[in-house]
Each structure stands twice: as C-alpha cells, then as structure tokens.
C-alpha cells in the first residue's frame, strides 16, 4: 500500500528554534509538493518540485523557510528561526507529472511556542 | 489570480439525506477541478477528479459536476451516513501553473446517527 509519509507527525518548539520537515513521497512519484494549512487561511502551496529540482517556491517565505530534495526519496522543509506564526499543519504530497491526482501525507503538525 | 470559493462553510445533516456541496472559482482555465475528503487531524484524500472537458464524475454515491463557464461545481452526496462526516474541500488546477493546486476553504459536514 503505497503512500507518503512525513515525520514528525507533531512538533512542539520555541520561537528562533530550527524545525525540519521530513517527506518521503511515493516510490516513482517525480512531483513533491509542500502546503501549509492554517484556519485562517486555508491549504497554501509553498514550494514545489519536479525530478528534485524546485520549480515554484513563491509560496514560501524565504528568509526562514528552505525546501530541499537531496535524494528522490527524500523531501525537506526546514525553518529557521521558527516563529509563533509559523503554527500549522504542513502537508506534503506527491505525484506522477502528466497525471493530475496528488496523494497527500498525514501532515506535520508545527506549534511554535 | 484564482480564488476558490465553498459553501456552505458547515453543515450537519440527519443520515439518509442527499446533500450538494458548492465551489465557485472565478478563473474559468482550469484544466481539472478536484474534490477531497479531509478527516480531523489526517491528510487529504482525493474523491474526484474532473477534467476541464467534462461536466461530472462519479464514484458511488458521490457526483461532482463541473460547469467551467459559470465557474461551479457541486459535489452531490446520495443517502449520507455518519461514516461522511468530514470536511470537504475542493480545488482547481489552472493552466501554466505546474499542478499547484488552489483549494476552498472547505465544508465541514456532519451526518448526524
């Protein structure tokens, strides 16, 4: 049963800490994508990837958020430093380029104290 | 720049009854519209897809329609059970933009035993 997966599931720290964000989407999926979910605003897209190379990070803040693939089978989301707006559920998913359906992790969920 | 749109924001329903969930979106090139299931505290779960080029899908006792020109679609829900309460959430996949997805808000349904 393939899915994606993310680690950690929930994560708990304090303000200026460095969080990272760990993805592992679906084996033969060349598409990975990064999305914050808040009350207030909804599911956003902050980054996404194709074949490990970055093509739209323009949802992302970026003087504290980094995303990464090192390998196929790896995705990073890191922040740093974290702040108390940052809380959130950050959801990753992935998916085969040319067929449109993303299958989504079960979500970090981020409190920034 | 494309804003999705659902109503209504909640609903609770007595089980066994049909209900239709709505989307607008007011930029009408999309090459999909998708519906998703969301469960407290999980990730997403895609239910429909529809292409630009067609006007419904099925899947059991779900029913999405899609008129791209008015920029709507209604996810029906034939004889609800408790077993569909979540939120629902839909979202268009426009063109030029790589397969970033651009969700509503959501519909918090519960079907009530």
């Known amino acids: 049963d393939a899915r994606v997966t993310q680690t950690p599931r929930d994560k708990v720290t304090e303000m200026g800490q460095e969080v990272t964000m760990r993805c592992q989407p679906i084996?033969?999926?060349?598409?990975v994508f990064w999305y914050r979910q808040t009350m207030m605003q909804g599911l956003e897209l902050l980054a996404y990837?194709?074949?490990?190379?970055?093509?739209?990070d323009s949802g992302m803040p970026k003087d504290r958020f980094s995303a990464e693939m090192p390998d196929a089978t790896l995705a990073t989301l890191k922040i740093q430093p974290s702040e108390p707006r940052d809380s959130a559920v950050y959801f990753c998913a992935s998916g085969l380029h040319g067929q449109e359906t993303q299958y989504f992790g079960p979500g970090t969920r981020l409190l920034v104290l | 720049k494309q804003e999705v749109t659902q109503i209504p924001a909640a609903l609770s329903v007595p089980e066994g009854e049909n209900l239709v969930l709505n989307c607008s979106f007011t930029d009408s090139a999309i090459y999909n519209l998708q519906w998703f299931r969301q469960d407290p505290g999980k990730g997403l779960t895609s239910l429909l897809l529809i292409q630009s080029s067609q006007r419904e899908q099925t899947s059991g006792r779900l029913n999405a329609s899609l008129d791209k020109s008015s920029g709507r679609s209604t996810l029906y829900i034939a004889a609800s059970q408790p077993g569909d309460s979540a939120t629902y959430l839909c979202a268009v996949q426009t063109y030029n933009q790589g397969g970033k997805l651009i969700f509503g808000q959501g519909t918090e349904l519960s079907v009530k035993p």
């Open positions: 084996l033969g999926h060349n598409t």
């Open positions: 990837f194709r074949n490990r190379a970055p093509l739209d």
